[in-house]
């Protein structure tokens, strides 16, 4: 009986402390490619309000990183045979332009934002 008292024991402090570690704040990740900065983007669409002018800014920049992105993928995927047979199957590379047109016309309207404010 102490035994299984003592397992029980020692699992229940592993859970608490697997719930605390987790608990914590997750940071967002800067990710380096090619040492250029690819800042995340936390969902597609966001709406932001006309007078805030330093979150347009960071979404132009976000928008910008995540095109970056696609750009690099699209260079690697094109460059392995086997992977740009397989991409162009499933449709991939018709996916990667529908985003990077999607952000570029998101850009456009931000930008058409930040240059009507006075």
């Not at 709406?47 to 960071?58: E, G, V």
Request: with cysteine.
């Amino acid at each position: 009986m102490k035994i299984l008292t003592t397992i029980f024991s020692i699992c229940l402090a592993g859970c608490l402390s697997a719930q605390q570690t987790q608990a914590k704040s997750i940071k967002k990740n800067v990710v380096l490619i090619n040492n250029d900065e690819v800042l995340p983007i936390s969902g597609r669409g966001a709406h932001l309000k006309a007078t805030d002018t330093t979150a347009i800014k960071f979404r132009i920049a976000a928008i910008d990183s995540h095109i970056k992105a696609i750009d690099i993928k699209v260079s690697y995927v094109s460059g392995d045979q086997e992977q740009r047979d397989r991409a162009k199957k499933i449709g991939w590379f018709d996916q990667m332009e529908k985003n990077r047109k999607e952000l570029s016309l998101e850009k456009l309207k931000l930008e058409d934002m930040l240059k009507s404010k006075p």
